[in-house]
């Protein structure tokens, strides 16, 4: 698949395009293209707002125009980004780096059946791990599969970093509501006080550990593992009788000289931060809160990729999403994107956002290894409402501006009493402060006091979600899903690689080789490449 994107390429209609954009977005500095003229016109929020069952996004107040959103949908045009969308659903190759397919939309239905890759129907493979999924989460909630002392496991731990936990972490906080099965606990970081944390939480005897690794090789989740393997053991506890492992077929956690209560596989056309429909969700997710609750949460990821197929680029919610993220980023220049869901169940979408945009976007060169003509991406960051409005609002209206996504859910999960302070429910006031900070950062208020005046003409989203059941949140999930796969498409870049990480892989590797032999030798003289980092080993090891 050759590349044609905003930042790369050698057509002369990109180029021209560009500086049309480029034009439009000074256009709309001028004073008369303030968001409160731009509100102020008729039809405005029909015209930017788009809708299906279930999920709605305003647009309105963002900085566009109609001039400006024809343009941006000119560049959908020449980069074909639905037209990769719908080849990437199908098994073509869109990572061309790794020489690898993007079938997450697989792992929840989408796409042909059969879908052939490498002369094997992906859709078989997958209805097969998640029957053995089904299964296995079944036996563990009837007792059948059990702890080594013979009493039922009551809570599950998620070794595993990065994409091997934070959207299977987002999705099990915000599916809080369900009947849980099983408490779900995370340790991904190398930290040994994380562990420390999760061992005061548990039992021992009655905790299951889950190890997600494709290579089975991750720096840090074998160190956990070796740190919890080494823990049950000093507890008398039989790790094998206590771990599970999703991981590739044929990596050493699919071995069977390593013996575990299972193995469930995960595949190399399925990149770990669009993973959570695979196995690296589903196993986890089906032994909290029920293998049903899992398949609710695939059918909704599924209504979203479907919308992206089927619909016409006017009438595209990611497509568009993806529009005015390239359209803030490259041409507004904004310097980072904040996602605030009003809801507190919705906390852990930043981080699993962040780590979606920016390892899928931040990119220098296209996928031939061309330079970009700047770097492509941007910062992504969050907090839920209304805690964000007492951290960092002050900045957003009165600091450097960033465009935001606000998400709001219309029914929320609690079903109980609620109280009225000021004539209102807490889910009302909840509203209220989404709807008057949307409305204050686009409208501003002018003050004769400098410290007092709000300039406002900053951009905002409103993304609005039925409730905070399976299929909603996977509708969320999939539609930040399709927002990064297709501006990266637009962009010209991979949106499926990440070697921007291995760099400072291979630094710890030799800073980790000095450390070791101090440890056989506690005469040893450190001989870093960096005399910096002497310094520091020298100032660790004196604790020891």
């Known amino acids: 698949m050759t590349s044609a994107g905003l930042l790369y390429s050698n057509d002369p209609s990109i180029k021209n395009l560009h500086d049309k954009l480029t034009k439009a977005a000074k256009d709309l500095g001028a004073p008369d293209h303030h968001l409160r003229q731009l509100l102020d016109r008729p039809g405005r929020f029909d015209a930017f707002s788009l809708g299906i069952d279930g999920f709605f996004m305003d647009f309105s107040r963002q900085r566009l125009d109609e001039n400006a959103f024809s343009l941006l949908h000119e560049s959908q045009t020449l980069s074909n980004a639905l037209k990769k969308f719908c080849e990437m659903t199908q098994g073509e190759i869109v990572n061309p780096t790794e020489n690898r397919a993007a079938l ?19 859709q078989t493979q997958m209805a097969q791990v998640n029957e053995k ?80 690794s494709k290579s089975y090789t991750t720096t840090e989740t074998m160190a956990n593992l070796n740190q919890v393997s080494t823990w049950l053991k000093e507890q008398g506890v039989s790790p094998k009788d206590h771990l599970v492992t999703i991981t590739a077929k044929g990596s050493p956690g699919d071995d069977p000289g ?32 029920g293998y049903d609750v899992f398949k609710r949460f695939l059918s909704g990821c599924k209504i979203m990729d479907e919308h992206v197929l089927e619909n016409p680029p006017e ?73 964000a409005q007492h951290s960092f609002f002050q900045l957003a209206h009165q600091g450097k501006a960033f465009p935001i996504d606000f998400i709001g859910v219309r029914t929320p999960g609690y079903k109980g009493i609620q109280a009225v302070s000021k004539g209102v429910t807490n889910h009302q006031e909840l509203w209220a402060n989404l709807l008057a900070q949307a409305g204050a950062l686009a ?13 406002g003409n900053r951009p905002s989203t409103i993304i609005t979600i039925d409730n905070l059941e399976p299929e909603s949140v996977g509708m969320l999930l999939s539609f ?45 003289i450190f001989a870093c490449a960096s005399k910096t980092d002497n310094f520091y080993l020298d100032l660790l090891f004196q604790n020891s």
């Open 104 to 122: 997450h939309t697989a792992a929840r239905g989408t796409g042909p059946s059969p879908l052939l890759f490498k002369e094997k129907d992906v």
């Open 480 to 524: 930040y899903e399709a927002r990064t796969v297709l501006e990266g498409f637009i962009l010209g870049v991979n949106p499926f690689d990440q070697f921007g990480v291995e760099l400072g892989k291979v630094m710890a590797g030799d800073i980790r080789r000095e450390m070791a032999a101090k440890n056989q030798d506690a005469s040893y």
């Open 443 to 455: 409208l501003g208020r002018k003050s004769d006091d400098p410290a007092r005046n709000f300039e």
């Open 258 to 289: 390593t013996p575990v209560l299972a193995s469930f596989h995960m595949f190399d056309f399925i990149g770990g931060r669009y993973s959570v429909s695979s196995a690296v969700g589903g196993l986890p997710l089906s032994l909290a809160l």
């Open 315 to 387: 009438k595209n919610i990611p497509l568009t999403a993806a529009l005015i993220s390239i359209w803030n980023t490259l041409y507004m220049e904004y310097p980072a994107q904040a996602i605030i869901p009003y809801a507190s169940r919705l906390a852990r979408l930043s981080p699993h956002v962040q780590q979606l945009y920016m390892e899928s976007l931040g990119k220098s060169v296209s996928p031939e290894g061309e330079p970009l003509t700047q770097p492509a991406g941007t910062i992504i960051f969050g907090e839920p409402g209304t805690n």
């Open 133 to 212: 999924i089904e299964q296995f989460s079944a036996s563990v909630h009837e007792g059948k599969i059990c702890a080594a002392c013979g009493k039922p496991f009551k809570k599950a731990v998620v070794i595993g970093i990065g994409g091997s936990y934070l959207g299977c972490e987002f999705v099990y906080q915000a599916l809080a509501g369900a009947d849980r099965k099983m408490d779900l606990l995370f340790l991904p970081n190398v930290d040994i006080d994380n562990f420390a944390r999760i061992i005061d939480a548990i039992d021992k005897e009655t905790t299951l550990w889950i190890v997600i």
